[in-house]
């Protein structure tokens, strides 16, 4: 039985030819980037190659570029580093209640140091519409951080457009582009950020590596404190196996996610399509339109998420009930309470996202398994009969 893998939200396959690119400097080119003797010349020139490129992905300056040990830790530089910069406890942060973990906790850690955090709600479609944005601005706004797609839903944020009041406000514009960087259009002067985090491994990059654009002029606290790598944002020995995956990874996309975009969305929209109508009591999540070109993300009156993922999973099938994060968890997603969903709704949800070697087989595949798994769980549901869907 081939495995059927669409869970590339949570991960990718490193690209072949990332990986070829990586392995020289685990072995023959493995010199310290800051060394002075030729190998670490070496090293040190393939970590400005790939700068460049992570760089040319956004529209950014390669000086503009920190390399980091992915998205998580770029979130956290971006919110911290901010915070840390201003006068203590006279900070304030706008964000939303959908943001990445990665972003919601860094908030919550600086809100006992001091800094007042607004969490913004999202409609049910989950947007943040930027008219609250500009309500929630205060005197001591420093920093408004908005994903630019939510990576359980898939729904794509106005960024430029809550980017422009920011800039009115004087407050510095993140957003998470984990889930966009390399795969729809990301340029960081269109968007008007000036913050943007980024992994590689969201990309067909490796694992451990990511990157955070940093505008020129944001003032900005370094996270790791020992060296004076990445301009002393991030001190440590680079990772140059990594960061040269990034690259390549980079480049590879450049050239190959336009192209992908089409294919994408006519695979996913096929999955969509055949989901709802071989499934009663099911509904897609996120907005219709305003969405990842590889996310499907749909819910299942009656089932819990986790029966159906292994279920699928006996048949070959990954997916995922949203977030890699609170999988095995019982709560349910912030992302999908904040749009509204109920708690039954939000525990019988799925996300399928696919990437580069999704195949019409693989739609095929899962309308072939799917109905007939939620058909004999929903025989089996406490649930059935007791909840109606307009109870909800
Ligand atoms: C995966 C993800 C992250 C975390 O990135 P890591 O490189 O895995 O730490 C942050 N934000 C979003 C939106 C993500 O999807």
């Not at 998580?72 to 580093?81: I, M, P, Q, V, Y």
């Not at 201003?86 to 140091?113: D, M, P």
């Not at 997603?333 to 708690?343: E, N, R, W, Y």
Request: proline share 4%.
């Amino acid at each position: 039985m081939t495995r059927v893998y669409l869970d590339y939200a949570a991960t990718t396959p490193t690209h072949p030819d990332v990986l070829t690119s990586m392995l020289p400097f685990f072995s023959k080119s493995f010199g310290n980037a800051s060394s002075i003797y030729s190998y670490g010349q070496e090293a040190r020139a393939a970590v400005a190659t790939a700068r460049a490129s992570v760089a040319s992905l956004i529209g950014a300056h390669e000086d503009e570029i920190v390399f980091t040990s992915g998205g998580t830790e770029a979130d956290n530089a971006a919110l911290k580093g901010v915070a840390f910069a201003q006068e203590q406890g006279h900070n304030h942060i706008i964000t939303t209640t959908v943001e990445h973990h990665a972003v919601l906790e860094s908030c919550r850690f600086l809100e006992k140091q001091g800094t007042a955090v607004t969490r913004l709600p999202v409609d049910g479609q989950g947007m943040v519409d930027p008219d609250e944005i500009r309500k929630a601005i205060a005197a001591n706004t420093v920093l408004i951080s908005v994903m630019h797609a939510n990576n359980e839903v898939g729904t794509i944020q106005p960024i430029s457009e809550i980017a422009r009041i920011a800039k009115e406000a004087g407050a510095y514009m993140h957003t998470d582009a984990v889930q966009t960087a390399g795969h729809i259009p990301v340029d960081v002067n269109e968007l008007g950020v000036d913050l943007l985090s980024m992994s590689a491994h969201k990309l067909y990059g490796p694992k451990g590596v990511g990157a955070l654009y940093v505008r020129k002029g944001t003032k900005l606290s370094p996270l790791i404190h020992g060296g004076e790598q990445e301009r002393k944002h991030r001190a440590g020995t680079e990772n140059v196996p990594g960061i040269v995956g990034f690259g390549k990874a980079a480049d590879l996309a450049r050239i190959e996610a336009a192209d992908e975009t089409e294919r994408l969305i006519r695979l996913r929209n096929a999955l969509i399509a055949g989901v709802l109508e071989q499934i009663s009591d099911s509904q897609i999540n996120g907005h219709p339109s305003n969405r990842l070109p590889n996310n499907a993300h749909l819910s299942f009156d009656f089932v819990e998420g986790e029966s159906m993922l292994l279920h699928l999973d006996m048949e070959g099938i990954c997916a995922s009930t949203g977030s890699a994060c609170s999988s095995g968890s019982l709560e349910p997603s912030h992302v999908l309470l904040a749009l509204g969903l109920s708690h039954q709704l939000a525990h019988g949800s799925l996300r399928f996202s696919l990437g580069k070697w999704s195949t019409d087989e693989d739609v095929a595949r899962v309308l072939d398994t799917l109905p007939a798994i939620v058909t004999k769980l929903r025989a089996m549901s406490p649930l059935r009969g007791n909840l109606r869907r307009n109870e909800k």
